[in-house]
């Protein structure tokens, strides 16, 4: 057995773990009496459009164009229809062999991870707080992940520490934004700030430093907030899409890898692309999927359930006392537990049946992360819930 995989296995996520007992609370005291904020699974469903154009695609369209292979980086319409809908909105020239179609943000992750290191001294960064799993899939690439510290501040990007770490092996840092767990959209700033570090030090060190830009959550920002196409301010810049939130698709497992043509070393890049997902297996991202993205590539599902949510949950928390952090985009409130260890605040949410995320799995302590895609009925309802939590500490 690979001792490193036996340990994965064995070791189940805290979400996943969190997620089993609210299960198990919900079959014993009833699905409306426990109040989970564990998972990230989109609430809204999918558009109605999208369920007729897959009804559609299902009733006329004959295989094997349905459920048959396609080329292993994807169909070059449905990837001509994505660059489209990018080129349109953020100005840019992208063409469809800039882009590999995957099984997920997950998938486009590992391959990038994978085309972009060869060495164990080949270092992965990621801003704290962050998505856990980046961890994983850094490591098991055969590289080095390093944890920039949070900025607790606001929750943009610590500069001082990044400056202090980047050096010679450095080879790209993960860019999240709308950012899971926080919900902070890194501010243009922000951005422009990062991308004028990494020019100097892709000089300093003769070789490119490259944004990974994992955004799962481009299209949940609220207050018509901008999130800045980061390839438009830094040209090394890769893109890790995925359709799971936006079109509430997570398990049809459907996304895209974008190397943008002006990105150095571009053609190589992609060609690794190309044999990471090979070497991996993850050729041929499910077909009837990628047609589905190619009908509905210009829809999201309807953000305004999240934007209700985070004004329910936010103004709801704050008014008993809680200190949050505030959501710009994603389905995410990071939220300042009542003692500073993060696992026994989780402890004591979960007696009065709440069930929240402690933030040391995201980097951070002394926080929790709680997922409101949820029904709105369970933000009402979780109130009196969250009013006694705050009571016990403040006696
Ligand atoms: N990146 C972030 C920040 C996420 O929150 C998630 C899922 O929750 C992923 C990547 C993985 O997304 P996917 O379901 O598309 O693999």
């Known amino acids: 057995m690979n001792e490193k995989m036996l340990a994965l296995g064995n070791n189940r996520s805290i979400i996943r773990e969190l997620f089993e007992f609210s299960k198990k609370q919900k079959a014993i005291l009833g699905e409306d009496k426990v109040y989970d904020f564990s998972l990230g699974n989109p609430s809204v469903p999918p ?11 299902l009733q006329t369209k004959p295989d094997p164009y349905l459920h048959g292979y ?20 953020f100005n840019t020239n992208y063409e469809f062999t800039d882009f590999y179609m995957t099984c997920g943000a997950a998938a486009s992750l590992c391959i990038t991870f994978k ?19 980046y961890k994983v899939f850094v490591e098991s690439a055969g590289a080095t992940f390093k944890l920039v510290p949070a900025d607790l501040k606001d929750f943009q990007i610590n500069f001082n520490e990044l400056e202090r770490m980047i050096n010679k092996n450095t080879k790209a840092i993960i860019v999240n934004s709308p950012n899971n767990p926080t919900g902070v959209i890194y501010s243009k700033e922000s951005l422009l700030k990062l991308a004028n570090l990494l020019n100097e030090k892709a000089k300093e060190y003769n070789h490119p430093i490259y ?14 907030l901008e999130v ?5 301010l830094y040209k090394d810049t890769v893109i890790c899409y995925s359709y799971s939130k936006s079109l509430s698709l997570p398990g049809d497992r459907i996304g895209y890898i974008l190397v943008p043509k002006a990105c150095a070393e571009s053609k190589d890049l992609y060609a690794a692309c190309l044999g990471a997902g090979r070497a991996l297996g ?16 210009d829809l999201t599902s309807d953000m305004n359930e999240y934007a209700k949510n985070r004004d329910l949950l936010y103004k709801g928390l704050t008014k008993i006392g809680y200190e949050c952090v505030y959501p710009q985009g994603a389905f995410y409130l990071f939220v300042k537990a ?44 979780s109130m009196e819930a969250f009013k006694k939590l705050y009571k016990e500490y403040n006696k």
């Open 282 to 297: 993850y050729v041929c991202a499910p077909s009837l999927f990628q047609h589905v993205i190619e009908l509905c590539a």
């Open 211 to 224: 944004i990974i830009c994992d955004e799962p959550y481009r299209e949940i920002a609220y207050d018509n």
């Open 115 to 133: 085309a972009l290191t060869e060495k164990p001294t080949d270092e992965i960064f990621a801003i704290a707080p962050y998505f856990t799993e």
């Open 47 to 57: 558009h109605k459009a999208l369920n007729e154009e897959l009804i559609n695609l």
């Open 338 to 381: 009542l003692e500073p260890d993060a696992n026994k605040f989780m402890e004591k949410a979960k007696k009065y049946n709440l069930i929240v995320v402690p933030s040391d799995n995201f980097g951070v302590t002394g926080y929790v992360r709680l997922a409101y895609c949820v029904s709105s009925s369970t933000i009402i309802n």
């Open 70 to 89: 396609t080329s292993a980086q994807g169909d070059n319409e449905v990837r001509k229809r994505i660059a489209k809908n990018l080129n349109d909105r």
């Open 228 to 232: 800045p196409h980061i390839p438009n």
